[in-house]
């Protein structure tokens, strides 16, 4: 059965350093996601990706925050320098056409210190 | 504008018994709703979804959820608990108006006894 795939599983960094994770959406699946969860709070949308652009960003998306879909395959979130409140587990999620499941990937846990 | 109340942050059953897992949401258009499990260590699998017709929807692993217009509710419900039950679940709402972003719930964690 087709997945989701993210990399790294943990990322330690310090702060001020640039961090890029990784997701390899399902192949035919069309809208991208990254979502976050800080420890022991509620998932919150990033941003969502469609035809190679940003369709929709939060306010959690600020300046630091970047997404890029450099091929056909990989789809990575990077933040340009990391703060300690950026320490989250980061989900990435894909959907098809129908836009209405989203399959999401195992995460990548970050810690910053 | 959207979002999701969990009641309970943490259910506990003892196996076998019932389990009943509460949602409601808010929502300016017609909602698509969904139940995600995540079991430690893990990412978010999806239960079930109602996204529209047939307002009981039924999920892997026995569960099943009744979406109630006029309550604003999505209640998930599984008639006997198993020890593998055990995991924390997240309602989320999403709409086409809003891109189909998630919207989660705080999260309830379910423990089940022996």
């Known amino acids: 059965e087709p997945e989701v795939t993210q990399t790294p599983s943990h990322q330690v960094t310090q702060m001020g350093q640039e961090v890029i994770l990784r997701c390899v959406p399902i192949?035919?699946?069309?809208?991208f996601y990254w979502y976050r969860q800080i420890l022991g709070q509620k998932v919150e949308f990033l941003v969502s990706?469609?035809?190679?652009?940003?369709?929709?960003k939060s306010e959690i998306f600020d300046d630091q925050f970047s997404v890029e879909r450099p091929d056909g395959s990989n789809f990575t979130l990077k933040i340009r320098s990391t703060k300690l409140e950026d320490s989250a587990m980061y989900f990435c999620a894909s959907s098809s056409m129908t836009a209405y499941e989203q399959y999401f990937g195992p995460g990548t846990r970050l810690t910053v210190t | 504008a959207q979002s999701v109340t969990q009641l309970g942050s943490h259910v506990s059953v003892s196996e076998g018994a019932l389990v009943l897992l509460r949602c409601n949401y808010s929502?300016?258009?017609?909602?698509?709703l969904f139940w995600y499990v995540q079991y430690p260590n893990q990412g978010l699998q999806l239960l079930l979804k109602?996204?529209?017709?047939?307002?009981l929807v039924k999920g892997i692993n026995g569960f099943e959820a009744e979406f109630k217009k006029s309550e604003t509710s999505f209640h998930l419900t599984k008639p006997s608990a198993h020890m593998s039950d055990a995991a924390e679940y997240f309602c989320?709402?999403?709409?086409?108006?809003?891109?189909?972003?998630?919207?989660f719930g705080a999260g309830t964690t379910v423990t089940v006894r022996a």
């Open positions: 929502s300016s258009v017609p909602p698509y």
């Open positions: 192949s035919n699946h069309l809208y």
């Open positions: 990706f469609y035809n190679n652009e940003i369709s929709e």
């Open positions: 109602y996204t529209t017709g047939a307002t």
């Open positions: 989320a709402v999403s709409s086409a108006a809003n891109d189909y972003k998630l919207s």
